[in-house]
């Protein structure tokens, strides 16, 4: 054997070595193939195109970095070292640069995720929850030092009675993302917000970007209160826009957004408020026509001294049970007089002769006392039944009322007896009403209670009034 006898590692080696010294850092163009995530974090793949195919390795420090996902079938360029692997003795490529071809690694990653929380559902109308009528307390989460946040705060200044609460995060930049979700979870969990404004001014997409991340979509979409997005300009759109509630062009329609409510729930109140005093106004109207056409009804000057003597006969009724007791006991004894006078009668009459009288006196007691108990019934049930009908409670379910002083039980008879800032009291039948006097109109009214020969027209006013 007159060659060279060469170890496999050390072939290898010389292999790698002169690869290296040849190629140096080579780009391929090719479609991703069978992609693999390792526990460690590696990807390995293969890169391909029509005429042939080549292993790669793109270590987890490096893949880390990347902003989009690898799938078989993405078109890319690919910067790499070629070398023999010697564990396996097969061609690879060591993988230190990978973008997409034909679009930007940035866009790549946006559609991707744009499409991957699309189809969780994250993105659907249904879930989207109206913002509050009347929004009273506002987060914010934004740069405390932007002009996002100023024009915001400006807009929300028209309003006093607003509460803003202000979360200053960092709005771009590595961990930017971290700090806008821990900021949102926040104020969604606080209890103290009604809405949660998330708000950053223009820029490019890379600037932009920490409001395309994956942890701020989610914290939105988890936020227990709703969330208006107000990222960048109009024609700038982030996957924070597409979760959020409601997407505002610019940061500062998010803040019009809510003032705007506010001013049309005002408007609505003043129009509410116009149209009440004119209802108001109107029924005083009617009620003072009326109260002008009833002054001439004789009844309501005498209404009070016909309820007090009403009120007597009241007094009287209520002591007539008393009263036919103690008639009925003197009745009693009578009939006990009366028996005690029967039994002593001489006894010529006999005792089977006193006997038959004594029974047929007995006999026309009681049925005295019971024509008399009968009668007496009678009247107390005419006498409650004239009672009920003109009782002052009566006199009130026909929709007149009783009208005192406050604190005092003796009722106004005339205007001219109270005087304007006096504070009235008018019984209803249901219920009392509590009144201050602005002024009087001093006038003779007719008699309520007319004779029964009055005429027709008469009994029409007091009936109106």
Known sequence: MSGRIWGVGELIGELNAQLAGAFGDVWLRGELSGVKVAGSGHRYFQIKDAEGMLSCTLWAARADRLRFKLTDGLAVLVRGKVNVYAQRGSLQLDVLELVPEGIGELQLAFEQLKAKLAAEGLFAPERKRALPALPQRLGLVTSSSGAAGRDVLKVLSRHDHLQVLLVPVRVQGRGAEGEVARAVRWLGRSGRVDVVRVVRGGGSLEDLWAFNEEVVARAIAACEVPVISGVGHEVDFTIADFVADVRAATPTQAAEMVVARLEDQERRIDRADEVLRHVLARRLDRGGLRLRGAEGARGLASLPARLGELDQRLRRLEALPQRLRALVVARHRRLESTTGALLRWPVRFGAPRRREVVTARLAVAVERL????????????????????????????????????????????????????????????????????????????????????ESGEGRGENGSS
């Open 370 to 453: 019971r024509f008399v108990a009968r009668r007496r019934r009678m009247q107390l049930d005419g006498l409650g039944r004239a009672l009920a009908a003109l009782s002052p409670a009566a006199i009130l379910e026909r929709g007149y009322s009783i009208t005192t002083r406050e604190g005092v039980e003796a009722p106004l008879r005339d205007a001219a007896d109270v005087t304007a800032g006096e504070r009235l009291v008018t019984r209803l039948a249901r219920g009392e009403l509590r009144s201050l006097v602005l002024g009087r109109d001093v006038a003779t009214q007719g008699s309520l209670f007319g004779d029964s020969g």
